[in-house]
């Protein structure tokens, strides 16, 4: 559950940085993704696409 609710709200933020291009929307995205990627027990999978968003969005 810790998980879902954290790319539920790591979602959430990303969708808000690109609609108004919020910095604080846009740093809560990257710490919340970053977090996920450093989970133990995280789905592979998962942890590839929080460390490709956080790329994406430090760029």
Same mark, same amino acid.
């Given at each position: !559950?810790?998980?879902?609710?954290?790319?539920? *709200?790591?979602?959430?933020?990303?969708?808000?940085?690109? *609609?108004?291009?919020?910095?604080?929307?846009?740093?809560?995205?990257? !710490? !919340?993704?970053?977090?996920?990627?450093?989970?133990?027990?995280?789905?592979?999978?998962?942890?590839?696409?929080?460390?490709?968003?956080?790329?994406?969005?430090? *760029?």
């Amino acid at each position: !559950m810790e998980t879902q609710n954290l790319l539920v *709200a790591a979602l959430t933020h990303l969708l808000k940085f690109q *609609a108004t291009q919020c910095q604080t929307a846009k740093e809560r995205a990257l !710490m !919340m993704f970053e977090t996920l990627s450093n989970l133990k027990g995280v789905n592979p999978d998962i942890q590839a696409l929080c460390n490709e968003a956080n790329e994406l969005l430090a *760029a």
